[in-house]
């Protein structure tokens, strides 16, 4: 199998030395430090694995990658502890990956993966990512503005002049117009200055007492009136209290009311002793 | 095409990123040039340059001794773009162009009193630059107010005739835009934008010393 | 020296004068000329105008569909003073831009499965700051994920005149590297940055009920 000719190639140049900066230094030095902050990630740990172990990774020599990246962060774990998860989730599916390839496959007809779809998906996703960090490389690379080429220094620049323009029409003016002004009648009581004359009941009883003779006649409220009822103005307000009066004094007892039909004149009397 | 040197290119670079304009000097040095030999060569290029822009909407031009790319000055206007923006007059805009056409001459404080509220000077100002609206005068009273009144434009484009043509109280009844339970006393009065100052008014600069 | 007529006088000091590029309807408007029935003449004055600068120090340069002089790139030397030393992107921060560049638009959590590794919410931020990168909408998936893609910004600064001029592309493409899934399927998708949004794209706004 090309994969273990791989492994075996790779093994013969089995070199950590001075490849990758973050990569320890010396595998056999105790001073050994092994700096996983210095990587963003598992696959970034694998790539440059991959670098320093001069992996081709259009070959499938994942299972070779895998054997480093396990050795790496035992290594690792053995000098520090605080391992981020994700490294280790990772190592855990390269173990199983690792038991997948090795091992006969023998799950015909299963709905998973077989090691080698697993291994070229994992191959494809580091391929992917280096490509990606190649095309990042070359953007950076490229020419750029203000770098490269560029604007003119002192643009005088276009100046928009913006001009309004309004818009209305004489419906909106004569809307606006009849509602400002109806708002406002609404809106403000006008007190007269002339002090509207009202009769209280009380006053127009005293007219009553005063008017109303002691010959017991029936007589119009109307004509009794009379002498207050040329003025429109206080025609009503004397009338209304003056029936008021006169309905209050009947319930008294000092009067008699009397109406023949509805709309027909009032009558009044004094309540004599004649009765 | 016209044929450019090396060192004119560079010139033609230099002068286009430059965020001021460059003196002899300054070029000389971003160019890496010793002064005084190339003095003489550069000027050449320049005036070359000068020449081959002359004609073309950009110019070369050199002001106290330096140097600098302008636009052509004949194309100024270009670099002005004039836009119009419709716009639509606020609530309170309109009710005071309407009380100051059926009102008119008119002063603040009288459309105050008629919409009940004070008036922003911001509407004024809108009013005023509609140009539907002119100050006429000053009212001869205490404090001189300014009158204001409707202009020629407001007659064009509403379309009247003359202010008389506003509508009515009738009209307004009629077009359902007054309530029919209309207070005892109001009227809509006879607007008129006369030119000449009314009886009460004084020219507007008059109390401008 | 080469004659010039007035439209393409006017074109030179309008994108001579402009702080930014312009596109064709900008200069359309900008000369008051109604739209189509002159779309043609000024596309041909342009590249009169194009040709006319080629050999000169400044270029007349059609980025992203808009138009704009630029100093000559192999004079960029000479311009040293004027380099604006660019904030440098982190690995991140770059690896992601590219990223959204090629496989635009794209999420967070695809960016991450690229990565293999979470995004920190810095690195996205540095990226719309920089405006290379811009919020485009949200895919049509649970959580409505907000997709990302790349800015006219982005095409302006590293000069190139459509999303599809990005270095490599086709061998990426060719690669199956720009699918997001395994290459067994063929259909590689290649990147757009087209204003409009795709049809698994949502508008922004939708969700932020």
């Known amino acids: 199998m090309d994969l273990m000719a791989d492994k075996d190639k790779y093994q013969n140049d089995d070199d950590w030395e001075g490849q990758e900066q973050c990569l320890p230094k010396n595998a056999s ?12 990630g598992p696959l970034d740990l694998m790539l440059a694995l991959a670098r320093t172990h001069k992996i081709d990774l259009t070959n499938i020599s994942i299972l070779f990658l895998a054997e480093q990246y396990l050795t790496f962060v035992d290594k690792a774990r053995v000098l520090r502890l605080d391992i981020a998860a994700d490294y280790l989730v990772m190592a855990a599916w390269l173990t199983y990956l690792k038991s997948r390839l090795l091992l006969p496959d023998d799950r015909d007809g299963e709905e998973e993966l077989s090691g080698d779809e697993l291994a070229a998906r994992l191959a494809f996703r580091l391929k992917r ?8 490389q070359v953007l950076l690379e490229g020419k750029q ?18 001009k309004s323009l309004y818009e209305a029409d004489i419906y909106d003016l004569l809307t606006a117009y009849a509602a400002g002004r109806l708002r406002k009648v609404v809106s403000v009581v006008h007190p007269g200055h002339e002090r509207r004359k009202v009769w209280s009941i009380k006053q127009a009883r005293k007219q009553l007492e005063k008017i109303i003779g002691f010959d017991c006649d029936w007589a119009p409220i109307d004509s009794l009136l009379a002498g207050f009822l040329a003025d429109p103005v206080e025609s009503r307000t004397a009338l209304a209290a003056a029936f008021g009066a006169s309905l209050e004094m009947a319930h008294e007892g000092v009067i008699e009311l009397r109406q023949d039909s509805p709309f027909n004149p009032l009558y ?3 309540k004599g002793e004649n009765e | 095409m016209s044929s450019i040197t090396d060192q004119q290119r560079k010139l033609e670079a230099l002068l286009f990123a430059a ?16 002064d005084d030999d190339h003095r003489g060569k550069i000027e050449e290029d320049l005036q070359v340059l000068q020449r081959h822009y002359e004609k073309r909407g950009v110019h070369l031009v050199n002001v106290a001794g330096k140097w600098a790319f302008r636009t052509a000055i004949d194309l100024s206007d270009l670099l002005e773009r004039h836009k119009v923006v419709p716009r639509k007059l606020s609530r309170a805009a309109l009710e005071t162009l309407a009380i100051i056409a059926y009102h008119q001459p008119t002063t603040r404080a009288e459309i105050e009193e008629i919409r009940g509220v004070t008036t922003s000077k911001g509407t004024l100002d809108v009013l005023l630059e509609t140009s539907w609206v002119r100050p006429r005068g000053r009212r001869m009273t205490p404090g001189r107010p300014v009158t204001y009144g409707t202009s020629e434009g407001f007659l064009e484009h509403f379309g009247f005739d003359s202010i008389t043509e506003l509508p009515g109280l009738s009209e307004l009844k009629g077009a359902g835009l007054l309530d029919n339970n209309l207070p005892i006393g109001f009227n809509v009065p006879l607007p008129h934008d006369d030119m000449a100052l009314q009886q009460d008014e004084l020219p507007l600069e008059e109390c401008d010393e």
Do not use: C, K, W
């Open chain 1, 129 to 136: 990512l280096e490509a990606m960090r190649g095309a990042g």
């Open chain 1, 268 to 270: 009044l009397r004094r």
């Open chain 1, 29 to 40: 030095d105790s001073s050994f430090i092994v700096d996983i902050e210095g990587f963003e």
């Open chain 2, 19 to 34: 965020t001021e304009s460059l003196d002899l000097r300054t070029l000389l040095a971003y160019l890496s040039l010793e």
């Open chain 1, 145 to 162: 503005l203000h770098n490269d080429f560029f604007p003119r220094g002192q643009p005088e620049g276009i100046t928009v002049l913006r």
